[in-house]
């Protein structure tokens, strides 16, 4: 009999994934899955270093595993670091965390089961933080999969941007992208199963480049990824959506492969960062304010309108009042959806970081909080314009907020609660708004949709 293993998942849709990836194969090995850290014999922590704080929640939850095992009497379970923290940091987890026994790198997901093995059997710090193997395919169980409707699909891995504040190509390395025939095989296997969605995942989807086009040979386009989009959109999957886009690769014809196919979902991700071209040059985004400008333009121009949200960081080192004026008159000019605002947090090994991080925390809060009430204004009307609109929504689940209510997200990737607790997950319903709030919309159920 296997040990019970607990994965546990901090960070990004990517990590998200890796987990299910990983879940697959402990499975197949014999291992059984865990509710929870107390229940296990091995614990695996699925870690994200974008940010500051999310890498210093690891290390707070691994002192936390270590004393409740101690509290219960209970040996400690085997502890390992899987994700980016690991691939980081590599044996230096060691010396700073002895309580953790397995350092599992991002690309070493396939190999964690003979790692584990490795570990019992005695062996005392086990690493790998080697590449993918040749030939490895991204295969998910549906059993270990987050959601019974919604399905993340990887298509490409890594990044070769080099943004200078970011990590990301550290951590997960060169691009890789996934082979068409087996993205489209997946997509067409999860509508079978019943999937109403798929989110097309990577950190740059719209790089997706394919040593081969196999599987793409029936599908025009300009680029790789909107040949792909159309290749997807064709096993008629009710719903995709794709996430995250890279503006300087974002080609118009992925706007026109969203006009072609009622199936690929109303909303594109495109992160943004700053909206000060001095700044933008400093970050190495490779794009100025005015060619970012111009791509939302071209995506405000579609038949159909088509919801938009972005990233911003405030306080890169040497951000000036006037650089985040120039933000503040971008974020006015797009008027995204949605918007993620990140204070900007020194990653070492970055270029970004041997740049002195001269913006005081005060200053990046108050420029955090200044951007924030300008979206939530700008937000205010967007929302207020769905009332008296009807939008499609995949059923989630039961409201948090009130039992009577069913919530889940539209096409253009709104949260959408409406009042009718007999709808089942995973039906596709359609919702007429009656009332906006800042960050979901309520509404009254039109139709009473269909499950299978
Ligand atoms: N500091 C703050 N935010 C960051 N992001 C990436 N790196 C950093 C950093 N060092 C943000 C970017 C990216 C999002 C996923 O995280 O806005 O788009
Ligand atoms: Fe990081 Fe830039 Fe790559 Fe996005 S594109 S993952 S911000 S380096």
Known sequence: MKSKVYLETFGCQMNVADTERAATGLRK????????????????????????????????????????????????????????????????????????????????????????ERAQGGEAAVIDLD???????????????????VALVPIIE?????????????????????????????????R??????????????????PKLQHGLESFPGATSFSRLLRAVAATGMERIKFTTSFPRDFHPDIVCALEEFPN???????????????????????????????????????????????????GFPGESDADFESTMRLVEKCRYDGLFIFKYSRRAGTPAASLEDEISESEKTARFLALEQLQESIQERI?????????????????????????GHSTCHKVVNFRANQTQPGAVVDVLITQAKPYSLYGDLMTSGSVN
């Open 264 to 314: 690929l979902c109303d909303w594109i991700h495109l992160p943004v960062q700053s909206g000060s071209n001095r700044i933008l040059k400093a970050m190495r985004r490779g794009h100025s304010a005015e060619d970012y400008c111009q791509r939302i333009d071209g995506i405000k121009q579609a038949k159909r309108r088509l919801a938009i949200t972005s990233d911003i960081i405030v």
């Open 192 to 209: 079978s199963l019943g999937y109403k969605e798929v989110q097309l995942i990577g950190q740059n989807v719209n790089s997706y480049r």
């Open 158 to 190: 890594g990044c070769n941007k080099f943004c200078s504040f970011c990590i990301v190509p550290y951590s997960r390395g060169r691009e890789k992208s996934r082979s068409a025939l087996e993205i489209v095989a997946e997509v067409s296997r999860l």
């Open 383 to 407: 929302y207020a314009d769905y009332v008296g609109k009807q939008l499609s929504v995949l059923v989630e689940k039961q409201s948090a907020r009130s039992s009577d209510d069913m919530t």
């Open 131 to 149: 590449e993918r193997q040749e030939g490895e395919v991204w295969d998910v169980s549906p059993t270990e999969r987050r959601s019974p409707y």
């Open 29 to 116: 090995s014999g291992y059984d899955l865990a509710a929870s850290a107390d229940d296990a014999e091995v614990v695996l922590l699925n870690t994200c270093s974008v940010r500051e704080r999310a890498e210093r929640k690891v290390f707070r939850r691994i002192a936390e595993i270590r004393s409740q095992s101690k509290r219960a009497g209970r040996q400690k379970p085997l502890i390992g670091v899987m994700g980016c923290v690991a691939q980081l940091e590599g044996a230096a987890i060691f010396a700073d965390a002895p309580a953790v026994d397995l350092i599992i790198g991002t690309r070493a997901t396939d190999r964690i089961p003979s790692l584990i």
